[in-house]
């Protein structure tokens, strides 16, 4: 089981605020791979999603990290399937 923490960080990016998807899973005590999935599966329109989700890809040493950027209306349209 993933442990559940009681705040999500929070990216002040101009007048957007912005968390990640690690974020989201550690505050929700879920496993980020189910929430990568959940984000990539989302019933929303396309312009919405390429407002609001980006995909990041962090290469470190021996691997890559994959995880969402994601505005406050991404965390509000998405909220409900965590």
């Given at each position: 089981m993933v442990k559940k923490t009681t705040a999500i960080e929070i990216i002040n990016q101009g007048d957007q605020l912005w968390t990640t998807s690690l974020d989201i899973a550690r505050k929700f005590g879920k496993r980020h791979n189910n929430v990568l999935r959940?984000?990539?599966?989302?019933d929303i329109p396309e312009d919405f999603y390429l407002l609001n989700f980006e995909e990041?890809?962090?290469k470190i040493p021996g691997?890559?990290?994959?995880?969402?950027?994601?505005?406050?209306d991404g965390i509000w349209s998405a909220q409900k399937n965590f």
């Open positions: 959940l984000i990539r599966n989302l990041i890809i962090r691997a890559n990290q994959e995880y969402f950027v994601i505005s406050r």
